[in-house]
């Protein structure tokens, strides 16, 4: 059973940078898409970013210009780089895989990790 478990998380200061991981195991990460997630208490999760195994992308409004996904599958790890943190990102984050090759909107996600909390404080 393929495993994600997101690190890097925590407390932060406003405006500071921060990035997340995605280790994943139990599975070929050249033969997955891999998706970021947010989701703040109340609320409905969120796709915030997407990158696929062609290496193409997918950003949200909210975090266009400031978030940054790249991959290593040597590695089997995907990184999200958040950029200039502000009260509005704190959330848990979580990362997500599909046996796809490109990121698609409206799919469902095959393997989820247990999301990790980063809160930004002033």
């Known amino acids: 059973q393929p495993h994600l478990v997101e690190s890097g998380g925590g407390w932060v200061q406003l405006g500071e940078s921060l990035r997340l991981s995605c280790v994943t195991s139990e599975l070929s990460l050249d033969q997955y898409t891999i998706s970021w997630f947010r989701q703040v208490p109340g609320r409905e999760r969120e796709k915030i970013s997407c990158i696929g195994v062609d290496g193409s992308t997918f950003y949200a409004d909210s975090v266009k210009g400031r978030f940054t996904i790249s991959r290593d599958n040597a590695e089997s790890t995907v990184y999200l780089q958040i950029a200039d943190l502000s009260r509005e990102d704190t959330a848990a984050y979580y990362c997500?895989?599909?046996?796809?090759?490109?990121?698609?909107?409206?799919?469902?996600?095959?393997?989820w990790g247990n999301g990790i909390l980063v809160a930004v404080s002033s």
């Open positions: 997500a895989a599909q046996r796809l090759s490109t990121c698609i909107q409206g799919t469902v996600m095959h393997y």
